[in-house]
């Protein structure tokens, strides 16, 4: 079963920050961050509950191996909604903040998500 994933804007916002980064190092690298973003988010469509939860309800997917970045996100009835993503390095200063908080989400509101494909 494959289901609908959607980013959050700070989400996105990270993975473009990212991948600027990136091309400024190397031209062409940003591109390969941004598709190495595009599978995992395809792996997570494909099996949204097959990966590890860290926080509550929100889950690590890694990206390919060469990157050492990770998508977080939740499991919705209809879509997974990725809330964040993190350099695996700066993980561990994360997990000392409350999920809501890293997430920048109150569960108590109506949340405008952007649809990717």
Partial sequence: MTSRVEFTRRALDEIEDA????EIQQTGLG????????ETA???A??????????E???????PRRWPWSLFYVVRPDRSV????????????????SSAER????RDMN???IHTQ
Avoid: W
Avoid at 31 to 38: G, H, K, L, P, Y
Avoid at 47 to 55: D, E, G, I, L, R
């Fill in 19 to 22: 991948a600027a980064r990136y």
């Fill in 31 to 38: 591109e390969a961050f941004v598709e190495a973003a595009r």
């Fill in 42 to 44: 395809k792996r997570i």
């Fill in 46 to 55: 494909a099996h949204p509950k097959a990966f590890q939860v860290v926080v």
């Fill in 57 to 63: 309800d929100i889950r690590r997917a890694n990206f």
């Fill in 82 to 97: 990725v809330i964040a993503t993190l350099s695996q390095r700066l993980e561990t200063v994360a997990r000392t903040q």
């Fill in 103 to 106: 997430a920048g989400v109150r």
């Fill in 111 to 113: 949340i405008d998500y």
